[in-house]
């Protein structure tokens, strides 16, 4: 089982045992193996979404039915969400679990990329958003759990970024260069 | 029409369904048509969210009917919840857009419907939502709501009305904390579930 493989299952793991029922998710490359896992899971519903913004939005509606959400999403959505991020948790305190890719960490091979490292931990901050970054597979699931006992206490969102062997981590760059 | 006229019809057939509704000029209006509604009924401020927060209920709560009061400027500023909803298919969302033609709370700019060119009806059947009108009269409007409300599927309704308030409304005071919370309890009361429960210690 790769790196990658062991982490989509820890994940999973920890989503369940957090109690974890419908799963809103826009797919990205570096968490590319949950995504699949989730339109496949049987106890957690898998909902494609077309915004992170939108998915959310869907996850904070399911809380206040007294089901538990995750939005699952490249860390670049932390930007496309501020606008209803902000206004859930700071407005009504309604609180949005996230789990997101890192991009843009250290080796971050993708020029594109780049603005997700810069701007990440920044909007977090501005939000008001707690965040963990995660880059051991063992500490997947236990952190996910914690995440939302944070969440559902403080009445604020959680946001857990994966880095390292959590993700489909970074070939090297030359590996990625064109021409 | 007139927006307070169609509430008065639709809050004449709600009683067990929960409501998820935007802000502005809808909200004191609401609260006056709707008072046996709300404890149900949710006002959410950000644009573009309120179908999907009722969606998320819906989902969260598939044996009972969620009613989402959207705005046309808030669904413009999320279309894409219209391709999920389509994808999704929801069986107990019912979906009423108060298409107004502006950004009403500001002054009424025009949003993007005021040209009479784009029709958010035929974008929600475009989406694939089957059951997605436009209704310009309160005798289609209140059948409408009766179908919508019955249906086992998401059903759209685009409901065009002046661009006016009702006056001499009682305002409505509270802020967007205490409105979650009033929810939550609501929801928790009329569900037996727990939601915000006790801490590990008190």
Known sequence: MSMNERAREETMAGLREAGVSIACFLPESLLKEIYPALVASKDIRGVPVTHEGEGVAICAGVYLSGKRAVMVMENSGIRSAAEPLARLSLGARIPVVMIMSFRGDLGEPNWWAVPHGITMEPMLNALRIPYIIVRQVKDIRPTIVKAYTSAYTAMNHYAVVLSGECTDYFPTATSQSIG | MERYECMKILASKLKDELVILSLGGSVDEWYNAAPHMREASLFQQQLGCVTPEAFGLALGLPHRKIVALDTDGG????????????????????????????????????????????????????????????????????????????????????????????????????????????????????????????????
Not at chain 2, 96 to 107: F, R
Not at chain 2, 116 to 127: E, M, P, T
């Open chain 2, 75 to 202: 669904l413009f500023f999320n279309l894409g919840i219209l391709a999920t909803l389509a994808n999704e298919r929801p069986k107990n969302l019912f979906v009423v857009v108060w298409d107004n033609e502006c950004y009403q709370s500001i002054g009424c700019p025009p949003t993007h419907s005021a040209k009479g060119i784009v029709d958010l009806s035929a974008i929600a059947r475009g989406a694939g939502i089957e059951k997605a009108y436009t209704i310009r009269d309160l005798e289609t409007f209140e059948q409408m709501c009766v179908e919508g409300l019955g249906a086992n599927e998401v059903y759209v309704i685009v409901a065009k009305v002046s661009q006016s308030t009702a006056p001499n409304l009682k305002r409505k005071h509270s802020d967007g904390v205490e409105d979650k919370v009033s929810f939550v309890r609501y929801v928790e009361k009329t569900e037996g579930v727990t939601i915000m429960g006790p801490s590990e210690h008190n």
